[in-house]
């Protein structure tokens, strides 16, 4: 079967900067994958290869076989992108019918509009609506066509707390219901809580393929930091669990994902611990220690 | 799959015409400007003088409206487009509808479509202004031969109004739309008769766009100054002129965009 989405060797260059260096992806039909990576990483770009919104420097990107420029192509696409307006004096109903239009067989309206949960706004212009309340008009865009395949770039951005579990779950049923997704995030939990597949790329290239488990072995997921009673060593850290370690005087910060067996086996050998944090660690922290391992 | 791979262009194109006279009709900045400043305009410079008759014979009110029917025209090509563009790429609209199964085409041609019904309307207020208000009389066919011609030679207008679209920025395009076009209709003679305006004017008028483009609709009262060939030869140059330049913007914008 064809698969939906191939980068092939995909390179793109901006002037100076390489933000893709070489990216060799499959998606095959029905999966459900997360770009993950911090900002600047390569994930819109790679996305817009995905798409033909960019044209590859070198190699290829093939969208359902095609050309991803291509109307068939685009035609069993939803998108969702960072970065994208759309005309503020229409309403939700108005430009959820424009998006309908582009489409062989689309979704009812209303269907679009409560999968994006904006039943109450439906009448609303675009321009009225809040930065959450617009993620969710370009979600319904996205969805109204019944496409294939859906991409979306941070499609949860700006969305508060209610709204981002509602679009999510809306995510999570269209992908049971056995579309195709694409989604970048830099929440690692989002693209665990969504992805059968987490794709990670730092520097424009891909650095790890694998399961939500797998990765997250991989990532440190959470920051520790404390005030040691005393003066540490080096020896004191040896053969612990830690990616990235800074110590400063008293103060200690680390990286693990298993800040449970560090902290034990700190205790195990006499350290005093005092005004202990333990933090989800930010995941820009998390990929400097995962790619200066490499 | 038993269902069509892809939508009709026909529907594409019906739905985004529509939406965009929806957009065009709720911004006033477009409706007002486009509707109702011709309209002033023929109050200030034409209906004093409506009732008069020129030395060739021609009503002065019907060649008044002719010119600003030009002129009204003219506006809804250079404006809608140069700052309907304009804003659209200010606001990141393309990228949406880049990434969209639109094609490209279809979005244009939605707004030229658009463009004409606007001119249209205003093209039948204007008129009907002058008729109610102005007592101005013309047989109905001439009327209709003046919106015909002046909607079907609208093309270096459309050119013109792509052209500022693609070159200016969102903040730049009012500017350098007026700066351009209301010149433009002036030293034609669009506002008032070339021969009120002084020699340099009138020297430089036969080269201008707006002022062949007059001339569809003053030849069609008989107060025309040139053969319809040779005012259409005009408009065909200065057609490829606009659209090649429109074109060249356009590509450069996607280059930078979406290369």
């Known amino acids: 079967m064809t698969p939906v989405v191939e980068l092939i060797a995909a390179r793109k260059r901006f002037g100076d900067v390489e933000a893709v260096r070489g990216v060799d992806l499959t998606i095959a039909e029905g999966e459900m994958v997360a770009l993950l990576g911090p900002n600047g990483a390569g994930k819109t770009t790679s996305i817009g290869l995905m798409l033909g919104l960019r044209r590859p420097t070198d190699g290829q990107a093939r969208l359902f076989g095609h050309d991803p420029a291509d109307r068939r192509a685009r035609s069993r696409c939803g998108v969702m992108l960072q970065e994208s307006g759309t005309t503020g004096v229409l309403t939700v109903r108005e430009l959820v019918d424009l998006f309908r239009a582009y489409y062989p067989s689309p979704l009812p309206s209303e269907r679009a509009i409560a999968l994006a949960g904006l039943e109450a706004k439906a009448g609303a212009r675009a321009w009225t609506l809040s930065g959450g309340e617009r993620q969710r008009l370009y979600f319904a865009l996205a969805v109204c066509g019944d496409p294939e395949a859906l991409f979306l770039d941070e499609p949860t951005v700006g969305m508060d707390v209610e709204t981002r579990r509602a679009v999510l779950e809306s995510i999570r049923a269209l992908s049971a219901g056995g579309k195709t997704i694409v989604l970048t995030t830099h929440y690692l939990e989002e693209a665990d809580q969504l992805a059968r597949r987490i794709i990670v790329i730092d520097h424009g290239v891909v650095i790890a393929d694998a399961t939500p488990r797998e990765i997250k072995a991989r990532i440190p997921s959470k920051r520790v930091s404390f005030s040691a009673g005393a003066p540490l060593s080096d020896a004191i850290f040896q053969g612990l669990a830690v990616q990235s370690l800074e110590v400063a005087g008293l103060r200690v910060r680390l990286l693990s994902h298993e800040p449970e067996r560090v902290l034990k086996t700190l205790f195990e050998r006499g350290v005093t611990v005092e005004d202990l944090e333990v933090t989800g660690a930010d995941l820009e922290e998390a990929f400097l220690s995962l790619t200066a391992r490499r | 799959m038993t269902a069509p791979f892809v939508a009709p262009l026909l529907q594409m194109l019906l739905a985004q015409t529509r939406c965009e006279i929806l957009m065009r ?138 052209w500022i679209g693609y070159w200016s920025g969102p903040n730049a395009a009012p500017a350098v739309a007026n700066l351009i076009y209301l010149p433009l209709s002036f030293a034609s003679g669009l506002f008032v008769p070339l021969n009120q305006l002084p020699d340099f004017v009138r020297a430089i008028a036969p080269y201008l766009p707006s002022y062949h483009y007059a001339q569809l609709a003053w030849s069609a009262l008989g107060a025309g100054k040139e053969p319809l060939r040779e005012s259409l030869l005009w408009l065909a140059g200065y057609s490829a002129l606009f659209l090649t330049l429109a074109v060249r913007a356009y590509r450069r914008e996607e280059r930078a965009k979406f290369a």
Do not use: C
């Open chain 2, 25 to 162: 009709w709720r911004v006033p900045a477009f409706s007002v400007t486009n509707l109702a400043l011709p309209i002033v305009f023929f109050v200030f410079f034409g209906l004093p003088v409506a009732h008069l008759t020129r030395g060739d014979g021609v009503s002065l009110g019907a060649y008044l409206l002719a010119s600003f029917g030009a002129y009204a025209v003219g506006n809804v090509m250079v404006y809608g487009f140069g700052i309907g563009v304009a804003n659209e790429r200010g606001m990141k609209v393309d990228r949406l509808m880049r990434a969209s199964p639109l094609p490209p085409l279809v979005f244009m041609l939605a707004k030229v479509l658009t463009a004409l019904v606007f001119s249209l309307v205003a093209l039948s207020l204007l008129i009907g202004f002058g008729i109610v208000v102005g007592g101005v009389h013309q047989p109905a066919a001439v009327w209709v031969t003046v919106i015909a011609r002046l909607l079907a030679g609208s093309l270096p207008f459309i050119g013109l109004g792509f």
